[in-house]
């Protein structure tokens, strides 16, 4: 990759932090999957948003691997990052790590991949890649 789109895709890591509080546990007292799969998206899309700085739109997930449960009462980082970029599509990897509130250290609990076209006003896909003059 050329240096534009290395320092593109490293400016456009995004990190998100969330508590996980009751409305968002199931009977296990974790982590809905389906809420960490919301926020996995959102924080990919934030992610290819910034990346390409054009309209995108998820076509595809990839390969939800949760290795981990996310107990209610802890804190979890979103890192999305850019790990593919094709001609109007990019993927980004998404990490969710959970963190205890009242210790040190983290880890990591769930890992998906997310793919993303920038499409025009009429929906038709377009490069992800602007020039710069």
């Not at 250290?105 to 020039?131: L, N, W």
């Amino acid at each position: 990759m050329d240096t534009d789109t290395l320092a593109r895709i490293e400016s456009s890591e995004t990190h998100i932090f969330k508590a996980v509080f009751p409305n968002t546990t199931n009977h296990y007292d974790t982590l809905f999957g389906g809420t960490a799969l919301q926020l996995m998206d959102e924080a990919s899309f934030i992610c290819a948003t910034r990346f390409s700085r054009k309209k995108v739109v998820t076509v595809s997930t990839d390969k939800i691997d949760f290795t981990e449960p996310i107990p209610q009462g802890t804190l979890i980082e979103l890192v999305a990052k850019v790990i593919t970029v094709g001609n109007t599509s990019c993927v980004v990897q998404v990490d969710i790590f959970r963190e205890n509130m009242y210790k040190d250290g983290r880890k990591k609990a769930v890992t998906g991949f997310f793919t993303f076209v920038a499409i025009d006003d009429e929906k038709k896909p377009v490069k992800i890649m602007y020039s710069t003059p």
